[in-house]
């Protein structure tokens, strides 16, 4: 089943740098704002993220958080080089490199991270995810209402977009449709699921808003990475291969550097509408 979560991961990556990139083409195109979420481009682009993130709740189900995340993450190398294409951005010497150091980073950290049996929330452990929410919910809004500043922010959204990594972890989809259905509709670890979800996307767009999105992205990217997947290697039941701890490392290091070099791309200018450009035609149509 590690393949199949790679296989989702990998795709999942894939979807969430299609949607950024249809998003931008419709905002770009768009005359007024009302014409943004009437737009096919844009209607494409929220299906692709729905998409995504269907795709790593179904990759946590089979493969270590911090594998998930980070491959996850790697989208921002797919943006970067697909921005290029359509948006004519310049493709820096150094993003090539650090594009090249994910994919090494991405490789080492899926050979060397493995998973055991799903854990099990339980009283004590929904109790304690729902009391982070709430701590996370209080901090996270009182920060962005009285600070002018986006790291931060963005730091408390990536910390509540991996809490819906692990509530993907401790949540028990097994069995027929019915009964996960069910689940879903009456486990309060769903409802953190949800919770999370909402405040880290209330955070981001937020983050978004008060800086640049290459500082936003790369803070978001490490954070809802380290995060859960440290909780996941403590707690969670995920582990690493018996004498790949360098390698696991290593790979992290790389997959996260990368990512980091990349969010600061001319790319990621374009693709939020930073770069002064109004409507940047495709180079190839």
Known sequence: MLVLGLVAALVAAGANAGAALLEAMATRRATRAAGVLTSPMYLGGLLLDIAGWVLTVLALRYMPIVAVQAIVSGQVVITVIASHWVFDTPLRRVDLLAAGANVVGLGLL???????????????????????????????????????????VAFLAGLAFGG????????????????????????PVAWALLGYAALGLGLYTVALGRGTVGPVVAVLAVTETLAPGLLGLVLLGDS??????????????????????????????????????????????
């Open 240 to 285: 690493i291969r018996a004498g790949w701890v360098f390698g696991f490392v290593a790979g992290l290091v790389l997959a996260l550097g990368g990512v980091v070099v990349l969010a600061r791309s001319p790319a990621q200018a374009s693709l939020a509408g930073d770069d002064g450009v109004a409507r940047p035609p495709l180079k190839r149509v």
């Open 164 to 187: 819906t990594a692990v509530a993907v972890r401790l949540l028990d989809l097994d069995g027929p449709f019915g009964e996960v259905l069910h689940t879903v509709l009456t486990d």
């Open 110 to 152: 899926v050979g060397s991270a493995e998973t055991g049996d799903l854990p099990h929330a339980g009283v004590g452990g929904t109790i304690a995810l729902l009391a982070v929410l709430v701590v996370l919910a209080v901090v996270g809004i009182g920060t962005a209402v009285r600070s002018r500043r986006a790291v931060p």
